[in-house]
């Protein structure tokens, strides 16, 4: 079953056959959590850096928060700490609208990148920045692929299949 | 959480009413046709809502970003499935997905955006200002979010005044938003005595 991850929310499988996805994301990244020998998946469409508060009702929205957020969904649904895997999907600067909001895609992507370094998850592989949106899907298939699409493109794996198979990192 | 009254809401929407007449008459004036406009819609909608009102988060559009800024900051955005955006580039015999294309698209933007906000300023005494357009063609979900978090603050729900343009005699029609920021849409109400 095909679960949608909108903006500001997450979401984790054990099941076999179970696809999570972000849909058309912009200067949003999908944050994917994988522990590829239990057969786990979380994700989560993260909207902002970091939160002003410390208690926001939607923890997933900001990076600060939803990175250890995340790692507690994914352990709770079986994975192992030591075998987590993490893939970056997002961040693109579609509009110059200026003010604060500038590089929001980018931004994104280098705090959620830090706070995965600080909680000792690799980084496998990212499809981030450039101009365009994407969708990414995790599927819960013996592989645990994760695919990257592109407005009007084909699904293209970012990670999974064969170890030592991966693409090199995807960057528009 | 936001919170609007309904009266509150039915003065943005007659706002957005007179907002959209005014473009609508404008881009009728340019294309030599006539453009009729729905009438608008005022919703509050938490972000993730806002988005599935518009359309399946990964349909193709079209999307025409004006900024505006001035005595209030906000955002219009015009977003056209590809078909339509076919049809009202068709009109002048280019495609839309081309140079030409997209800067046909950005001056429908302009002419929209324009005169939507030039009798929004009148209106509320504002001074406001369209900035040049932006045209992009991707995932409705992308250009959406990407609008919406444009100005990198924490939003929880988003107001949009949404209309729709029909041009007469061609299968074309657009959706019409503006996106004011949450401070904007304080100063608009307090203008109206609100």
Same mark, same amino acid.
């Given at each position: 079953?095909?679960?949608?991850?909108?903006?500001?929310?997450?979401?984790?499988?054990?099941?076999?056959?179970?696809?999570?996805?972000?849909?058309?994301?912009?200067?949003?990244?999908?944050? +994917?959590?994988?522990? &590829?020998?239990?057969?786990?998946?979380?994700?989560?469409?993260?909207?902002?850096?970091?939160?002003?508060?410390?208690?926001?009702?939607?923890?997933?929205?900001?990076?600060?928060?939803?990175?250890?957020?995340?790692?507690?969904?994914?352990?709770?649904?079986?994975?192992?700490?030591?075998?987590?895997?993490?893939?970056?999907?997002?961040?693109?600067?579609?509009?110059?609208?200026?003010?604060?909001?500038?590089?929001?895609?980018?931004?994104?992507?280098? +705090?959620?990148?830090?706070?995965?370094?600080?909680?000792?998850?690799?980084?496998?592989?990212?499809?981030?920045?450039?101009?365009?949106? &994407?969708?990414?899907?995790?599927?819960?298939?013996?592989?645990?692929?994760?695919?990257?699409?592109?407005?009007?493109?084909?699904?293209?794996?970012?990670?999974?299949?064969?170890?030592?198979?991966?693409?090199? +990192?995807?960057?528009? | 959480?936001?919170?609007?009254?309904?009266?509150?809401?039915?003065?943005? @929407?007659?706002?957005?009413?007179?907002?959209?007449?005014?473009? %609508?008459?404008?881009?009728?004036?340019?294309?030599?046709?006539?453009?009729?406009?729905?009438?608008?819609?005022?919703?509050?909608?938490?972000?993730?809502?806002?988005?599935?009102?518009?359309?399946?988060?990964?349909?193709?559009?079209?999307?025409?970003?004006?900024?505006?800024? %001035?005595?209030?900051?906000?955002?219009?955005?015009? #977003?056209?499935?590809?078909?339509?955006? @076919?049809?009202?580039?068709?009109?002048? %015999?280019?495609?839309?997905?081309?140079?030409?294309?997209?800067?046909?698209?950005?001056?429908?933007?302009?002419? #929209?955006?324009?005169?939507?906000?030039?009798?929004?300023?009148?209106?509320?005494?504002?001074? =406001? $200002?369209?900035?040049?357009?932006?045209?992009?063609? /991707?995932?409705?979900?992308?250009?959406? $979010?990407?609008?919406?978090?444009?100005?990198?603050?924490?939003?929880?729900?988003?107001?949009?005044?949404?209309?729709?343009?029909?041009? $007469? /005699?061609?299968?074309?029609?657009?959706?019409?938003? =503006? #996106?004011?920021?949450?401070?904007?849409? @304080?100063?608009?109400?307090?203008?109206?005595?609100?």
């Amino acid at each position: 079953m095909e679960r949608v991850v909108r903006m500001g929310e997450a979401s984790a499988s054990n099941t076999p056959a179970d696809v999570l996805a972000c849909i058309g994301l912009g200067s949003c990244i999908g944050l +994917a959590l994988v522990d &590829r020998s239990k057969g786990v998946a979380a994700l989560a469409h993260v909207m902002l850096p970091s939160s002003a508060v410390p208690d926001p009702p939607q923890p997933h929205k900001f990076a600060d928060l939803a990175v250890p957020a995340l790692i507690d969904l994914a352990l709770q649904h079986g994975a192992r700490r030591r075998h987590l895997e993490a893939a970056l999907i997002g961040g693109a600067a579609m509009f110059q609208l200026g003010g604060s909001g500038q590089d929001i895609g980018a931004r994104n992507t280098a +705090a959620i990148t830090r706070l995965l370094g600080q909680a000792g998850v690799p980084v496998r592989a990212s499809a981030t920045g450039g101009s365009t949106g &994407r969708t990414v899907r995790i599927h819960l298939d013996a592989d645990m692929t994760i695919t990257v699409r592109q407005a009007g493109g084909r699904e293209q794996r970012l990670l999974g299949g064969r170890a030592g198979t991966e693409p090199k +990192a995807v960057c528009a | 959480m936001t919170a609007f009254t309904d009266l509150q809401l039915d003065a943005l @929407r007659e706002l957005a009413n007179i907002g959209s007449g005014n473009a %609508g008459t404008a881009l009728g004036s340019m294309l030599g046709k006539t453009v009729d406009i729905s009438v608008p819609t005022a919703a509050v909608l938490p972000l993730a809502d806002a988005i599935a009102v518009a359309g399946r988060p990964d349909e193709l559009r079209h999307g025409i970003v004006v900024p505006v800024v %001035g005595d209030m900051e906000a955002i219009v955005l015009l #977003l056209f499935p590809d078909a339509d955006a @076919r049809t009202l580039c068709g009109i002048y %015999g280019i495609e839309p997905s081309t140079p030409d294309g997209r800067s046909m698209l950005g001056e429908v933007g302009n002419i #929209l955006g324009t005169n939507y906000i030039n009798v929004l300023a009148q209106m509320v005494s504002m001074t =406001l $200002e369209p900035r040049p357009p932006q045209v992009v063609e /991707d995932m409705l979900g992308a250009i959406l $979010e990407s609008v919406l978090l444009g100005r990198g603050e924490d939003v929880d729900h988003a107001l949009i005044l949404d209309s729709s343009l029909m041009v $007469e /005699d061609e299968q074309c029609s657009l959706s019409f938003l =503006l #996106l004011p920021d949450h401070g904007g849409v @304080r100063q608009l109400l307090e203008r109206l005595g609100l």
